[in-house]
């Protein structure tokens, strides 16, 4: 089972980036998937969630409004559309599948860097 992220970047604060998290080797297609994140120095926190079928999401207050999150059964994948990115989203983020938290070990895969500068 992989999970990889990608879509992260450099970007000035008020733009947006588009994350994608394609899971391999496992159909996730009836599990809840998520993306976490991990500034440095700071606790990991839970950034959005998503169930299998799409139609329940679950979003942190601090990106609640600005992010959407969504997934493609078909391609098992998620993705997580960040708008209006502020400093304080700067971090390395991963995505989680099946989602639970805290996440089990090997539950994510490799993380995408996002920089949001000011």
């Known amino acids: 089972v992989q999970l990889q992220a990608s879509g992260g970047g450099l970007v000035q604060a008020g733009g947006s980036l588009r994350l994608s998290c394609a899971a391999s080797?496992?159909?996730?297609?009836?599990?809840?998937m998520g993306w976490f994140r991990q500034a440095p120095g700071k606790e990991r926190e839970v950034v959005a969630h998503i169930s299998w079928s799409g139609g329940s999401t679950f979003y942190a207050d601090s990106v609640k409004g600005r992010f959407t999150i969504s997934k493609d059964n078909a391609k098992n994948t998620v993705y997580l559309q960040m708008n209006s990115l502020k400093p304080e989203d700067t971090a390395v983020y991963y995505c989680?599948?099946?989602?639970?938290?805290?996440?089990?070990?090997?539950?994510w895969g490799q993380g995408t860097q996002v920089t949001v500068s000011s």
């Open positions: 989680a599948a099946p989602w639970n938290w805290p996440p089990p070990v090997g539950s």
């Open positions: 080797g496992r159909t996730f297609s009836r599990y809840f």
